[in-house]
């Protein structure tokens, strides 16, 4: 058994472990630092834009993980998996008999896919996480006719904007699409483009709702050993074209599936039983039905765990053993949130959590005080779905607003669809979609709680150039 010591030790090369690493890089370059990966490949992060301070865009690929040694030349890189943690001597053991003393560790092990049950039953039941399982389904799109897919967030919506050529019935459990980053009315305007609506309606509507907790339909991720796909991943799938399939999508809402089964000699081999009653016959079935943290490993003494399964996490991203820190898909966010931020298991928080991480392991062998960074005070999200634009910022749908609160829309078909979440004339949160350029206007009215009251709808008036209000 070979033994390694060092001050940082950062288990997973995803976004979370190579953020924590590059931090560690700039803070402490003089330190050991070890990082185990299970990959030889871990995730870069490139191409930084902010739309404003809080509001950031990037793309993220795959390099090699050797790459990370230009930056941090102390870097000692472990290609292996963490096995058990003893946390009283404070070593981590790997799979391949590897013994590694260290000072403070940070846990970035990622998440796994959540799938729906039946799935460790049949291989043609599957989720979608890493490289290994894009091809697996490149694979299975290539010979495929009919796909069912099952879920209502990220991946699905991806899935289903990039593919062609086969017959796609979406199984969703809520009454219109892409739940987990939408409302229902941004639904309606993401669904032209699934539609492929050619009808150009560029009149732009206003409107005022005035709504309660219990009208309006909160979509919050509740729940909310392989490194996750970055923005893109779907892209592979587009030249995917199966020899036989029809392209046509049905989406049955208000549905999930109740089991599956394999069948023999009939035009499918797999037959669907839904919760409606109705059964369908496909080749595969897709589960994009969330992750969950993946701790893949033991521990002499267990530290403890948030509601989702995660590691409990404090503002510092600290556990409940002081030189144990976590962050990205596998940490649980367990401090009291600002009142405009929420945990969501996404590339953007994973990066956000490692550099934190970095710092507060950093302050605790310098023995130093540190503070948690402003970017928690403000949930942001940027993506495309369904080829738009999409930006998500604070309560955008009015998670956790237990009051009344109003909403202001303006929609332009297949232009924009810009949501506000007012709360006592202040906003709260809010969702863009297209080239709004509205973004750092509403990071401000969210962080600075302006009281929006005296102007009215004009907020939201696209003859008036709102950001004049507030020069
Ligand atoms: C298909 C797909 C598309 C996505 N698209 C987006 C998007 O558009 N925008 C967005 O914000 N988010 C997106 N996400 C979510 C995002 O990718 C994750 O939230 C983020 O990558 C999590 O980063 P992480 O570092 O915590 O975990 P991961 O990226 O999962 O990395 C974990 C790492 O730990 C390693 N590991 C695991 N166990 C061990 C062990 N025992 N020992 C050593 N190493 C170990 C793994 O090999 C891996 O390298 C997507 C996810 C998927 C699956
Ligand atoms: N563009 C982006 O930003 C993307 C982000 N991602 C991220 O990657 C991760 C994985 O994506 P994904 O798998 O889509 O996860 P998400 O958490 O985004 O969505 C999971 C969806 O599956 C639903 N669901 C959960 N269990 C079941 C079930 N048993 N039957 C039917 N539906 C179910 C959930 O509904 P409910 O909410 O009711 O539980 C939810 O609609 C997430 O962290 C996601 O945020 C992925 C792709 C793109």
Known sequence: ?????????????????????????????????????????????????????????????????SSLKKIHPNLHIVYDSLRHLDNTHKIAYTDGGIEITFEVICICTGGVPKLISDSKKFSRIFGIRDTESVENFQEKLRNGRRMVVVGNGGIASEIIHATRGIEKIWVVRDDYISATFVDPGAAEF???????????????????????????????????????????????????????????????????????????????????????????????????????????????????FGKDGGIAVNELQQTSIPHVFAAGDVASASWEHSAHWFQLRLWTQARQMGAMAAKAMHA???????LQDFCFELFTHCTTLFGH???????????????????????????????????????????????????????????????????????????????????
């Open 190 to 304: 993401l669904q032209d483009s699934v539609k492929n609506c050619k009808e150009k309606q560029e009149n732009t509507v206003l409107r005022r709702h005035i709504f309660s907790e219990e009208d309006t339909l909160v979509s919050v991720n509740k729940n909310l050993k392989s490194a996750a796909l970055g923005p893109d991943w779907y892209r592979k799938l587009e030249n995917v074209i199966s020899s036989e399939g029809k392209q046509e999508l049905e989406i049955i809402y208000k549905t999930e599936v109740e089991s599956v089964i394999e069948k023999e000699n009939t035009s499918y081999p797999l037959y669907v039983k839904l919760s409606n009653g109705k059964a369908i016959e496909c080749d595969f079935v897709i589960s994009a039905t969330g992750v969950e943290p993946a701790v893949n490993f033991t521990w002499d003494k267990e530290p403890v």
């Open 1 to 65: 058994m070979s033994k390694l010591n060092s001050k940082y030790l950062i288990v997973g090369g995803g976004i979370a472990g190579v953020t924590c690493v590059e931090t560690l890089a700039i803070l402490h370059p003089g330190a050991t630092l070890i990082i185990i990966t299970a990959s030889s490949l871990v995730k870069n992060v490139s191409n930084i834009t902010f739309y404003a301070k809080t509001i950031v865009k990037f793309d993220v690929s795959e390099t090699e993980a």
């Open 364 to 370: 605790k062998i310098n023995k130093e005080d540190v």
């Open 389 to 471: 634009r999409v930006v998500l910022l604070g309560k955008y749908n009015g998670q956790g607003l237990d009051k009344k609160y109003e909403i202001l829309l303006r929609v332009t078909r297949g232009h924009e669809y810009i949501k506000f979440v007012l709360q006592n004339g202040k906003l709260q949160g809010a969702i863009l979609i297209g080239e709004t350029d509205l973004e750092e206007m509403c990071e401000n009215l969210i962080l600075d709680q302006i009281d929006l009251t005296p102007y009215g709808d004009d907020i939201l008036n696209p003859d008036i150039d709102i950001d004049d209000y507030f020069d």
